[in-house]
């Protein structure tokens, strides 16, 4: 069976997340410990103990929703679990290419602080939101968004494709909300999310341009393992050459979820098994490829029930 491993993104998170896979799996509590040595975040406390409001802040979300993965994924390997593909929503993408080789510990917490911490001073200063829509046509929520841009003066788009039916808009508060009026009229529902900034739009230009420099002067890419389904594309690419650019252009482009997921249906993918807290993702799956077989493991007991599966 054709499989690929997904990595969740940020916003999924709850307090204590990874205690008890600490608790029982020796492989993962040494991840963590490393990870923790990896950066001055104090990230094992923040993912145990920490509350909601402070283990929502991106730039510790990012770290500790990264190191979280890559234990995860690597209990996946001592079972014998094997991915044909992978692929991660927005920050999740960064855990994909850990998992292909691309990255190991070290580089991926330090990348993922390293972005977050620019991701949250591009968003300083900006009264900004982000509101998902639930049904209705692509088409239709990119030309509210246009009529809000020139209704407003302000800028709004769309940030995610997640799935069939589910499209987040981000931007400006005054058009953000404009392009929900325009949607609620069409009798579309609007929900707004419990975010800080106006990701994946122009307004993290900056930090796309700090991950550029970081890139060049602090990351070594090396050669991919697995197939990695990218964000900006909703495909796979091989040249390990362009991945810088591709994660420059992702944290200020829409992330193709929807395309991601489609693209792994296309390539006979039959089950997905999503690392991270929530089932966000096997939600996105659902409505867009009904017969793909949706897997999330977030606690010891999904790592457990899987490893059984794997043995069977």
Request: glycine content about 10%; aromatic content about 8%.
């Amino acid at each position: 069976m054709k499989t690929a491993v997904v990595f969740a993104g940020q916003g999924s998170q709850y307090p204590g997340m990874g205690k008890d896979l600490y608790d029982r799996f020796q492989t993962f509590k040494e991840i963590i410990d490393k990870a923790d040595e990896c950066t001055d975040l104090n990230l094992k406390e923040k993912m145990f103990n920490a509350d909601e409001k402070e283990l929502a802040r991106t730039e510790i979300i990012q770290p500790v929703m990264a190191a979280f993965g890559y234990g995860v994924f690597a209990l996946f390997k001592e079972a014998g679990i094997k991915a044909d593909f992978t692929a991660g929503l927005s920050l999740g993408e960064y855990g994909a290419l850990a998992a292909s080789g691309v990255f190991d510990l070290e580089t991926l917490i330090k990348i993922t602080a390293f972005r977050g911490r620019v991701m949250k001073e591009a968003g300083e200063g900006l009264d900004a939101k982000m509101i998902a829509v639930l049904g209705g046509e692509e088409e239709s929520i990119e030309e509210a968004c246009r009529q809000a841009c020139e209704s407003t003066g302000e800028y709004v788009a769309p940030a995610n494709y997640n799935s069939r039916g589910q499209v987040v808009i981000s931007g400006e508060k005054q058009a953000a909300e404009e392009a929900a009026r325009i949607l609620k009229d069409k009798d579309l529902k609007c929900i707004p999310l419990k975010v800080s900034s106006a990701f994946h739009t122009k307004f993290m230009e900056p930090a796309a341009e700090k991950l550029k420099g970081y890139f060049k002067s602090e990351v070594a890419f090396h050669e991919m393992q697995i197939p990695v389904v990218f964000n900006v594309t909703g495909c796979e690419r091989r040249d390990e050459d362009n991945i810088p650019g591709l994660l420059e252009m992702q944290v200020k482009s829409p992330v193709k979820m929807r395309q991601t997921i489609e693209y792994l249906e296309n390539r006979g993918v039959e089950r997905v098994i999503e690392i991270g807290p929530g089932k966000v993702i096997s939600g996105f799956i659902r409505k867009t490829a009904p017969d793909m077989e949706c897997v999330s493991v977030e606690d010891a007991e999904g790592v457990e029930g899987l490893k059984e599966k794997a043995g069977s």
